[in-house]
C-alpha cells in the first residue's frame, strides 16, 4: 500500500530523510519509531505530499505522486499538532474536513456522527472545541483524518500529550481500525505503543531508517525489549 | 464553483461571526464612522463645513465695531464668542477657539469708506488650525465687505466720511497743490449730492455693490444638493472592506500557526483552491458589509441611490480589489501580528492617500497626485459616481478596471508566494 524508495530529503545542508527505504503493506500498521529530529514528521509530510522528496520515490495506494487529489482521498492524516478550529464546535470541525473530501447531506451526517462517536464525544458536539480538554481535542482530530473512510492512515504522534484514559482510549480505537484492515503508519516516541499497535516497526535515526522488523524479531535480536533494541540502535546521549 | 471552496469560505464566515472584534471592525466601525462624521459635517442638508469658534474682543464698542461683530454672529461659516482679550487669547490657547479677533480702538476710522487709514485687527491664530485660517480670512472680510455696503448706503453717514476725508485731503501736505484741489473739488461735490439726495431714491438707484453666486451643485440634477451623509457613506464603506482585509488577511497566518494549513493541505485541494475559498469568504463579508452600510445610509439617511446597477458594479469591482489585497497581504508575515502589522500599514497608506482619512484638499499637492494611485480613491470615486455624481459607464470603467486589475494583482501575488512557502 506504500512503497517508499530511497527517498531523501534536505533543509539547506542538513538532511531530514537520508535514503530511506520501506514498505507497508495492506492492512498492516507499521510504526516509526524514534527520538526527537529523527526524521519522523519529515517521512510522514512526504507521504502525505505536503514535501516533494529530493530525490527517490514514494507510492501510495499503487499511484507515484501523493500530491496528487486522487490519491489523498485514500489518505488521513493526523498532524502532530491538534490542528483544529478552536471556535468551532466539535461536530463542525469534523463536518468542515469532511465537505473538503466532497462529503455531503445524509453522508456526511452519518459521518460526523460517527466521528464524535469515535472520539467519545456525541455529548459534546455542540460545544466549541475551546471548552475541551488536550485529549478531547486530541481524539477529534483523530476522527478528523478518519472522516472519509481512508485507506491509509498516517497518524504523528497521537497520543502526545493526552491523559493515559484519553491515550488508551485511541489506541483501542486505532487496534479496532486495525482489526477492519485499515493501512496505518503511525509515528511515536513511546515504545510500549509500538508494541501494543505495530507489526512492523522501524527504528529511525539521523533521516535513516536503522532497523526495521517485526516486534517480536527486534526484541529476539536485543535482549529481549524493544526498549533495549531502541536504545542500542539509537545511542543514549540525549537530543534536545 | 467547487464544494471545498464553498466549505471554506463558509468555515471562515462563520469564525469570523464568532469574532466579535473582527464583526465590530467590518460591520460595526463603518456605521459609525459614517454616521458620526455625517453628522460632524452638518447632517441630511448639510454644507459640510461645521462654524469655525471664534472668539471675538471688541475694544472700541463704537457704531462700526459693533455693526461689524453682528455681520460676523450673521456669518454661517463662524460661531462668535465675545470675551475680553485675554479671555479670547485664552480660548485659542487652550484648543476652544481656533482664533480670536480684536477690533481695537481706533476701529472705526478705519472701517469707513474714504478714511485714509486701513481698518485694523488683531488676529491670534492657533498654529494647530492652519488649514481652517484661509476659511476665517474669508469670512472676515465678507464681514468687512458688508459693513461698507451698509455705510455707502446710508448717504447721511456717507456724508460725513466723505467731508472727513476732505478735511483730511484739504491738509495733506504729501499732495502737490494741484492735486489737492482737484480731489478736494471731487470731494465736496460729492458731499453736496449726499447731502441733498433723498435717502430712498438714492438707495433704489444704487448699482449693486457685490457679485452674485448663484451656487449649483454640479452634478447631472441641477437640483441635486449632496447631503454630508451621501459623502460619508461611501467612506463609510470603504472602511467597511477595509476591515474586512484587516480580519482575513490574519486567517492564512493564523492557518499555518495553527496547522489547520497543514491538514487543509492534505486535502484532495491545491493551494489555489484555498486561497479561492478565502477570497469567496473575504468577498462576501464584503459584500455584505457593503451592502448594510448603504442600506442603512438609504433607508434612515436618505442617501439616494441615482443608479443602482451601477453601485453594485462599483461595490463588486471594490469588494474585489480589496479581496486581491487581501490575498496579497496575507501571505506578507508567517504570524497573525507579522501579517496584521503589515496589513495595518499598507491600508493605512493607501487610506490616507485615497482620501479615506482626511479630504484630499487638506493634503500637500505631492499626495494629491499620489492619491491617483490609490485604489481607496477609485473606489470612493467609484461609488460616488454611482450614488450622486451622475456618471456614465464610460466614466466609471476605467476606476472598475483599476479596482480589478489591482484585485487580480494582489491575488496573484498572493498565490505566488503561497506557492514558493508551501513547504516551510
Known amino acids: 500500500m506504500i512503497q517508499v524508495r530511497e527517498i531523501r530529503k534536505t533543509f539547506g545542508a542538513r538532511a531530514a530523510v537520508d535514503r530511506l527505504s520501506f514498505e507497508v503493506r495492506k492492512g498492516e500498521t507499521l510504526g516509526l519509531l524514534g527520538p526527537n529530529g529523527a526524521g519522523k514528521t519529515t517521512t510522514l509530510h512526504l507521504l502525505a505530499g505536503l514535501l516533494t522528496p529530493d530525490s527517490g520515490t514514494v507510492s501510495v495506494a ?17 498532524p502532530q499538532a491538534l490542528a483544529l478550529y478552536e471556535d468551532l464546535t466539535g461536530a463542525e470541525n469534523l463536518a468542515f474536513f469532511g465537505r473538503l473530501y466532497g462529503l455531503a447531506g445524509a453522508k456526511l451526517r452519518e459521518r460526523v456522527a460517527w466521528g464524535l462517536n469515535f472520539a467519545e464525544l456525541t455529548e459534546r458536539g455542540a460545544e466549541r472545541l475551546r471548552a475541551y480538554s488536550g485529549g478531547m481535542q486530541r481524539r477529534l482530530s483523530v476522527a478528523c483524518a478518519l472522516i472519509h473512510e481512508p485507506r491509509v492512515l498516517l497518524l504523528d504522534e497521537p497520543t502526545a500529550g493526552v491523559d493515559p484514559q484519553s491515550r488508551n482510549h485511541l489506541l483501542e480505537r486505532i487496534a479496532t481500525l486495525k482489526s477492519q484492515g485499515l493501512t496505518i503508519l503511525f509515528t511515536t516516541h513511546y515504545i510500549e505503543e509500538a508494541e501494543r499497535l505495530c507489526e512492523r516497526v522501524a527504528i529511525m535515526d539521523a533521516g535513516r531508517i536503522l532497523a526495521c522488523d517485526t516486534v517480536e524479531q527486534l526484541r529476539a535480536q536485543h535482549g529481549g525489549s524493544l526498549e533495549k533494541a531502541f536504545l542500542d540502535l539509537t545511542g543514549r546521549s540525549l537530543r534536545d | 464553483m467547487s464544494a471545498p471552496i464553498i466549505a471554506l469560505a463558509a468555515k471562515d464566515l462563520r469564525l469570523l461571526a464568532r469574532d466579535r472584534f473582527g464583526l465590530f471592525w467590518v460591520f460595526g466601525f463603518p456605521l459609525i464612522l459614517a454616521i458620526l462624521f455625517g453628522m460632524m459635517f452638518g447632517g441630511p442638508g448639510g454644507t459640510g463645513a461645521k462654524a469655525l469658534p471664534i472668539a471675538v474682543s471688541d475694544e472700541d464698542q463704537s457704531r462700526l465695531s459693533k455693526a461689524f461683530v453682528k455681520q460676523l454672529q450673521a456669518s454661517p461659516a463662524l460661531e462668535v464668542r465675545l470675551q475680553t482679550h485675554a479671555e479670547a487669547a485664552e480660548a485659542v490657547r487652550q484648543g476652544k477657539c481656533i482664533a480670536y479677533l480684536v477690533l481695537p480702538k481706533d476701529f472705526e476710522a478705519g472701517a469707513q469708506p474714504f478714511s485714509q487709514e486701513p481698518a485694523r485687527f488683531e488676529l491670534g491664530l492657533d498654529p494647530a488650525r492652519k488649514p481652517e485660517a484661509g476659511i476665517l480670512r474669508g469670512a472676515l472680510m465678507e464681514a468687512l465687505q458688508a459693513l461698507y455696503q451698509a455705510q455707502l448706503r446710508d448717504p447721511k453717514r456717507l456724508k460725513n466720511s466723505v467731508d472727513s476725508a476732505s478735511d483730511g485731503v484739504r491738509w495733506d501736505e504729501t ?9 478736494g473739488a471731487f470731494l465736496e461735490r460729492m458731499s453736496e449730492f449726499l447731502g441733498s439726495v433723498d435717502p430712498e431714491s438714492y438707495k433704489k438707484g444704487l448699482p449693486a ?106 461595490l463588486a469591482s471594490a469588494a474585489l480589489c480589496f479581496v486581491g489585497l487581501m490575498l496579497g497581504l496575507s501571505t506578507l508575515g508567517r504570524t497573525e501580528q507579522g501579517v496584521a502589522g503589515s496589513a495595518w500599514a499598507v491600508l493605512m497608506v493607501l487610506a490616507l492617500l485615497g482620501g479615506g482619512m482626511m479630504p484630499l484638499y487638506f493634503m500637500p499637492a505631492w499626495m494629491q497626485r499620489a492619491s491617483q494611485f490609490s485604489p481607496v480613491q477609485w473606489a470612493l470615486v467609484s461609488l460616488e459616481g454611482a450614488l450622486w455624481r451622475g456618471w456614465s459607464w464610460t466614466e466609471v470603467a476605467p476606476y472598475f478596471g483599476g479596482l480589478i486589475a489591482v484585485g487580480l494583482a494582489g491575488a496573484l501575488f498572493g498565490w505566488l508566494v503561497l506557492r514558493r512557502t508551501r513547504e516551510q
Open chain 1, 62 to 78: 499503487g499511484e507515484e505522486n501523493p500530491a496528487q487529489a486522487k490519491v489523498r482521498r485514500h489518505l488521513g492524516v493526523s
Open chain 2, 209 to 314: 455693490q457685490t457679485a452674485e453666486f448663484k451656487e449649483q451643485a454640479v452634478t447631472r440634477d441641477p437640483s441635486f444638493s449632496a447631503s454630508s451623509f451621501e459623502i460619508t457613506f461611501p467612506v463609510g464603506v470603504v472602511w467597511g472592506l477595509i476591515g474586512c482585509v484587516a480580519a482575513f488577511a490574519v486567517g492564512l497566518a493564523r492557518e499555518r500557526t495553527a496547522k489547520t494549513l497543514l491538514r487543509l493541505r492534505c486535502a484532495p485541494i491545491g493551494l489555489l483552491e484555498i486561497l479561492l475559498g478565502k477570497g469567496l469568504a473575504c468577498f462576501l463579508a464584503c459584500a455584505g458589509s457593503a451592502a448594510l452600510v448603504v442600506a442603512v445610509g438609504a433607508l434612515a439617511f436618505k442617501v439616494r441611490l441615482e443608479n443602482p446597477l451601477m453601485l453594485a458594479a462599483a
Open chain 2, 175 to 183: 499732495l502737490p497743490e494741484a492735486e489737492r484741489k482737484k480731489i
